[in-house]
């Protein structure tokens, strides 16, 4: 309820100013616990937050400050940084095994990550017809990837690929020679990819449930047509997954750029042989702690999250020319 201004006179039939109405007691209260609650349930927000709240700040937001910091000084974890603005990064491009580094990196993300991407979507497209067991063959692809990147699967990955093991003896049956892959500088990224590869699981459930969205009816209309399986992968299933293809590819991509627990332990935490497992997480874990290089290794890690951030930027910008949703009108 609201009153006139006693200072205001009405002029019958005229509406009276908002600013000229008063307010009555009785809506007073209401008004406070309104205020009251929303303040009550802020607090309770923050509250149920805090866990996380503290978490970011101390385990996230300040070891990357702390980095940021660190990547312009001579730092060695015993004595106290100095700095040296710019020297590292510098450094980082005059260092032949830096550049080796990214360029590992860069072929195991340009190879491993579509390959990886077309296995999880190969056999979710199996999965996703009708048979029986599908609940057990699901459970079964999905389990790799829940233990893909521990190190003891790179152990059991070092001894199937290493002199006289399984797989070379695999490959003299077929009679083909090639050693060890584990100390062949030309098959051991190769190896790596292949054990990435064999982790499908998490981005195969992701296209499963992807693949449930399609309507049957626009497979039905397109047989009427006379399309073949082909065309309707090109012309269905691939337009109307572009959105899960693009949450993957950007997931996996990032992944790879950190690669480190297969390849420390595979190659002894050398990058060997040859350098060609020399994955960038590893140099920059070599040159930290083993080199006692903390600001180096803080500018390297400063330049992959530029480099990560580019790379995911550069994918929503091009996204919008393959990526379909659906109520899109293009």
Known sequence: ???????????PGQPVPAQHLQRTDAETPLRDNKRKYSRSDTRAGYAFL?????????????????????????????????WVGLDNFVDLFNDP????????TAGYVLLGTPIKLAAALAVAMLLNMKHRG????????YAPSLIGASVSIAIVWKVMFTDDGIVDRIQR??????????GNPAMSLPMLILLGVWGFGAPMVIFLAGLKQIPAELYEAAEC?????????????????????????????????QVFSSAYIISGGTGGPAGSTMFYTLYLYL????????GYAS????????????????????????????????
């Open 1 to 11: 309820m609201a009153s006139i201004d006693p200072g205001v006179v009405a002029t």
């Open 97 to 104: 095994r830096f550049i080796q580094s990214a360029q590992v």
């Open 225 to 257: 047509d006379g399309a073949g399986p082909v065309r309707k992968f090109f012309a269905i299933t691939v337009p109307m997954l572009s959105p899960v293809v693009f949450f993957n590819l950007l997931l996996e991509t990032i992944a790879a750029f």
């Open 173 to 182: 049956v077929f009679g083909i020679d090639l050693g060890g892959w584990v």
């Open 134 to 141: 599908q609940g057990a063959y699901r459970s079964i692809f």
């Open 50 to 82: 805090s866990p996380w709240i503290i978490g970011f700040v101390g385990l996230t937001a300040f070891p990357m400050l702390a980095s940021l910091y660190l990547a312009f000084t001579d730092y060695n974890l015993f004595t106290a940084p100095q």
């Open 287 to 294: 040159r930290g702690f083993q080199d006692f290089k903390m």
């Open 299 to 330: 500018a390297m890690a400063w330049v992959l999250v530029i480099v990560v951030a580019l790379i995911t930027a550069l994918m929503f910008r091009t996204s919008k020319g393959w990526v379909h949703y659906t109520g899109d009108e293009r």
